[in-house]
């Protein structure tokens, strides 16, 4: 048996996280069993599955490696598959025509209320001669489900799980517009698409002992389900925006990068030891059901900023200033050759402080600016009159010293040593001078990233 396992998604808005860890979880699944990842858009809500929304899924899973092996499927597409099911099992005698108006429906639901029970089809049509059928009325098709006995699913994730089919009514699978229900629909796409293991949340359990009855009505083989737990907030709370970012664009905006991405929400309710740190092969070759917990998680932005900031310094240089480049043109920095130089010669040492793109980007800016430079406050005032002569004095000095390591910090003690002070009272303002920020990677490597031509242009510009 090949394994083939689905993601499911709406396209009525953004992709959101827990939605993006269901698809890692069918895409690792997948893998591991050396089976097939599929990817089906589920747009029958025409009034607010939008176009835009789809290409937001389709972007999304392409920036974090989660490529499925065929074209996606459109369930809007398979409308007449949905309606012809609908019709065996109509003259099979496993479904019915039902006639009830929407207020009798409305007056059930309030009687059912009232009464404090579950707001159930009381089944009125089940057994009725359609000759009955009041005039203009158009029918719904009803699945006649069991009322005995009871649905047992053997769930990879949460165990076994049953329901008794008393709890359960008789659930439309055709409106009576002619249009299929989702639960209906989801159904008849999993049986074409031989999906084998539907992973999806746990939010869809509910929904699952329905679909098992059409899966039993149909004589069709049932796929192996598994529900994993929601992602909460912190506080145990539904996640939302309060909480955060909660789109995979929104992470992507904020400068996460996808592997990170990735790693954090495997390791948010999965779990293979001590293993944190997990590259895409060894998530393959790890995973497994049987790791996923039964408790909601918690999502941890801290966390998952750390974990980020690992990545960025384990990422290509190259690659990275890719992103940098881009980000500093939407801000509208302009980026020369010779800015692509010195950001991609001062990498090592950036990444290393950096947790997220955007971190990055902000402290590699000054190497693309011209004079002036903005100054932040605590450079500023690093640049009191005594370190701008001091600054003033070193100019000589680098201009007769080689821009290398070792020569540019023997130049610098040499030159703190002859001022009477120590070096930090040279590489401060001089960082200053150079940056316009207190922070950035060693004084020397930021000298050889600039050259001696722009670091002697600024430290001019700063020394007045």
Known sequence: MTVRTRFAPSPTGLLHIGGVRTALFNYLFARHHGGEFLLRIEDTDRARSTQEAVQVILDGLDWLGLTPDSPPVYQSSREARHVEVAMQ????????KCYCTPEELQAMRAQAMAEKRPPRYDGRWRDRDPAEAPAGVKPAIRLKAPREGEVV?????????????????D?????????PTYLHAVVC????MGIT????????LTNTFRQIQIYDAMGWDKPAFAHIPLIHGADGAKLSKRHGAVSVLEFREQGFLPEALCNYLLRLGWGHGDAEFLSRAEQIDLFSLEGVGRAASRMDYAKLTHLNGLWLRQADDERLRAEVVARLAKAEITVDAAAMQRILALMPGLKERAKTLGELTASAAFLAREIPLPFEPKAEALLTPEARARLFALVPVLEGVDFTPAALDTALRAFAEAQGCKLGQVAQPLRAALTGSTMSPGIDATLIALGPAESLKRVRAAAG
């Open 197 to 204: 293991h539907v992973i999806r949340g746990d939010d869809h």
């Open 189 to 192: 796409d999993d049986h074409d």
């Open 153 to 169: 699913l053997a769930d990879l994730v949460q165990g076994e799980v049953r329901v008794k089919n008393a709890e359960m009514d």
């Open 89 to 96: 099992l109509l003259a099979a005698g496993k479904a019915y």
């Open 171 to 179: 659930m439309i699978i055709l409106r009576s517009d002619g249009t």
